[in-house]
């Protein structure tokens, strides 16, 4: 009787102790969160947020905190990427799923796991090194365009890289785990292998494969290092892929310490850390619901 009691104690303990670590977790998001609206109040009273939002006019020295330019460029710098990254994941984890032997899959696994957890600085210099120069040389030139390599079509191409490791790895333990019976009813009335994966394996893995999207999506939107050092950070709104473009996370990255003397500036900046911030929640929440209604069909 005693053992019984004393396990139910242990029980009841670990439970107490593992609810206590995921109650801290979601106070503090909730309290980044209040510290980021609380810094950020200044500039919110000071001018309204549609003229924030929404105007071109970035001259901190004056006053003007218009974030449309920047906003801009992390929409398209974040587009160009999942353009490039989507199709090329999508067919690597078909290819690893629906094709490929167990020992080229076991082979390849651990090297996409590896590249998603290379430091985004690394890939900021291979960037540097290589994508600037190649587009400067040889890709800008077939259009008639000069530019000096750092655009949004360099910062696109790296940060497509960096997420594809992300899509594949999501997108292969989805196709994984659709039932094999599925795929062998399909054969067994006379379609071929490609019909099979589209029309079936595809059909039943399309919603978590939309959450392995929504989830780079969210880690593109918010990715600083590497797109910093490729872009150009010009404060212009980019009106070609070879025009350098300015993230919002770039922004932040580049002035915040710098110049914080003016006057609302520190505010303004914070302000766009907490519009990112409430962007990436959002993904990452809109992703969770996709991967939670797929457990359940699973089921």
Same mark, same amino acid.
């Given at each position: 009787?005693?053992?019984?009691?004393?396990?139910?104690?242990?029980?009841?303990?670990?439970?107490?102790?593992?609810?206590?670590?995921?109650?801290?977790?979601?106070?503090?998001?909730?309290?980044?969160?209040?510290?980021?609206?609380?810094?950020?109040?200044?500039?919110?009273?000071?001018?309204?947020?549609?003229?924030?939002?929404?105007?071109?006019?970035?001259?901190?020295?004056?006053?003007?905190?218009?974030?449309?330019?920047?906003?801009?460029?992390? $929409?398209?710098?974040?587009?160009? &990427?999942?353009?490039?990254?989507? @199709?090329?994941?999508?067919?690597?984890? %078909?290819?690893?799923?629906? !094709?490929?032997?167990?020992?080229?899959?076991?082979?390849?696994?651990?090297?996409?796991? /590896?590249?998603?957890?290379?430091? &985004?600085?690394?890939?900021? $210099?291979?960037?540097? /090194? %290589?994508?600037?120069?190649?587009? =400067? =040389? !040889?890709?800008?030139?077939?259009?008639?365009?000069?530019?000096?390599?750092?655009?949004? %079509?360099?910062?696109?191409?790296?940060? *497509?890289?960096?997420?594809?490791?992300?899509?594949?790895?999501?997108?292969?333990?989805?196709?994984? &785990?659709?039932?094999?019976?599925?795929?062998?009813? &399909?054969?067994?009335?006379?379609?071929?292998?490609?019909?099979?994966?589209? !029309?079936?394996?595809?059909?039943?893995?399309?919603?978590?494969?939309?959450?392995?999207?929504?989830? *780079?999506?969210?880690?593109?939107?918010?990715?600083?290092?590497?797109?910093?050092?490729?872009?150009?950070?010009?404060?212009?709104? +980019?009106?070609?892929?070879?025009? @350098?473009?300015?993230?919002?996370?770039?922004?932040?990255?580049?002035?915040?310490?710098?110049?914080?003397?003016? +006057?609302?500036?520190?505010? *303004?900046?914070?302000?766009?850390?907490?519009?990112?911030?409430?962007?990436? %929640?959002?993904?990452?929440?809109?992703?969770?619901?996709?991967?939670? =209604?797929?457990? =359940?069909?699973?089921?």
């Amino acid at each position: 009787m005693i053992k019984i009691n004393r396990r139910t104690f242990l029980d009841k303990a670990v439970y107490k102790f593992m609810l206590t670590f995921i109650l801290f977790i979601l106070i503090l998001t909730f309290l980044i969160i209040i510290g980021l609206y609380i810094r950020s109040r200044p500039i919110l009273k000071s001018k309204s947020i549609f003229e924030l939002l929404f105007s071109s006019s970035w001259h901190p020295l004056k006053g003007e905190f218009g974030f449309k330019i920047f906003i801009v460029s992390t $929409i398209c710098v974040t587009a160009l &990427s999942l353009i490039i990254a989507v @199709p090329f994941s999508l067919l690597t984890a %078909l290819y690893l799923s629906e !094709y490929a032997n167990k020992k080229i899959r076991n082979w390849i696994k651990p090297f996409i796991d /590896l590249l998603s957890g290379i430091p &985004s600085v690394i890939y900021g $210099i291979w960037g540097v /090194l %290589l994508i600037i120069p190649l587009i =400067k =040389k !040889y890709v800008a030139p077939i259009f008639g365009v000069y530019t000096s390599g750092y655009s949004l %079509l360099a910062g696109g191409i790296v940060l *497509a890289i960096m997420i594809s490791p992300f899509i594949v790895h999501i997108s292969l333990e989805v196709l994984s &785990s659709v039932p094999y019976e599925l795929r062998e009813s &399909s054969l067994s009335l006379g379609a071929t292998k490609w019909q099979t994966t589209k !029309y079936v394996v595809m059909r039943k893995a399309f919603p978590g494969i939309m959450a392995s999207v929504v989830l *780079a999506l969210s880690r593109a939107f918010g990715e600083t290092m590497a797109v910093l050092m490729v872009a150009g950070n010009v404060v212009k709104i +980019p009106k070609s892929v070879f025009d @350098p473009a300015y993230p919002l996370p770039a922004l932040i990255a580049n002035n915040y310490g710098e110049m914080l003397s003016i +006057p609302l500036y520190d505010s *303004a900046l914070l302000l766009a850390s907490l519009i990112l911030l409430v962007v990436v %929640l959002v993904f990452n929440i809109f992703s969770r619901i996709i991967l939670i =209604k797929i457990e =359940k069909r699973a089921r």
